[in-house]
């Protein structure tokens, strides 16, 4: 089977998804679309004062990310193909946290005009992690922002993750728990990612690491895993 040609890695903040994105469209001879959060300029702000800022960061950021994808329609078959650090849906997932009723309800109808405009991936890998292990990415990189991010609102945005990929059909989806998998420093774990990318992935599948090696878990196993 061709590898999809649009790939997008997601998962909660601090998960590795740049880092794997770039891996994967090097290792292919890709394009990278990267979601460029340092471009928004109310993201500092958010997260001194999310109450007070929180509407207008996601407004930009759907604006931004709509923009983003759209290019893609512009693209034809002779075109390389395209790893991104992010996907369309994020955007409501981040809101639905951030936003009071009263805003959500308003992002919803926003949201929803812009929707039909962007084409969704061919496949999802969606990246995991505990939070104690996000926690000391976050550390570890340095962004001075992100340093004021609570254990709560990590689970919360992991929750939210595994709700959303739970009922998300759009597109098959790979999971991969970054604390058991090594896809950066391992080449046999990132071996093992593109095998199942270039075999193909259907519905929603989960890598997963045996004595033996790695290997695709299918079915209802997947479904357990994605409510841990």
Aim: aromatic share 10%; glycine share 6%.
């Amino acid at each position: 089977m061709p590898v999809p040609r649009h790939i997008a890695v997601e998962g909660p903040i601090g998960v590795g998804k740049t880092s794997l994105t770039r891996r994967l469209a090097r290792h292919f001879g890709w394009d990278t679309l990267l979601e460029g959060a340092e471009e928004n300029p109310f993201l500092p702000d958010y997260y001194r004062d999310p109450a007070r800022h929180a509407l207008a960061t996601q407004l930009h950021f759907l604006c931004q990310r709509t923009r983003q994808l759209q290019g893609l329609a512009q693209r034809d078959l002779f075109s390389p193909g395209l790893v991104a650090d992010f996907m369309f849906e994020k955007d409501r997932l981040f809101a639905g946290i951030a936003l009071n009723p009263e805003e959500f309800r308003l992002y919803e109808e926003i949201f929803a005009r812009f929707s039909p405009r962007v084409p969704s991936p061919d496949v999802v890998i969606y990246l995991v992690a505990p939070i104690p292990v996000l926690k000391a990415r976050i550390a570890q990189r340095g962004i001075a922002c992100e340093q004021q991010m609570g254990a709560e609102y990590l689970a919360s945005l992991r929750a939210a993750y595994d709700r959303l990929f739970q009922n998300y059909e759009a597109a098959p989806v790979l999971m991969v728990e970054t604390d058991r998998v090594d896809l950066l420093h391992d080449p046999s774990h990132f071996a093992a990612l593109t095998r199942a990318l270039e075999t193909g992935v259907q519905g929603r599948q989960l890598l997963e690491p045996t004595a033996e090696g790695l290997f695709v878990a299918a079915g209802s196993s997947t479904h357990a895993r994605l409510a841990i």
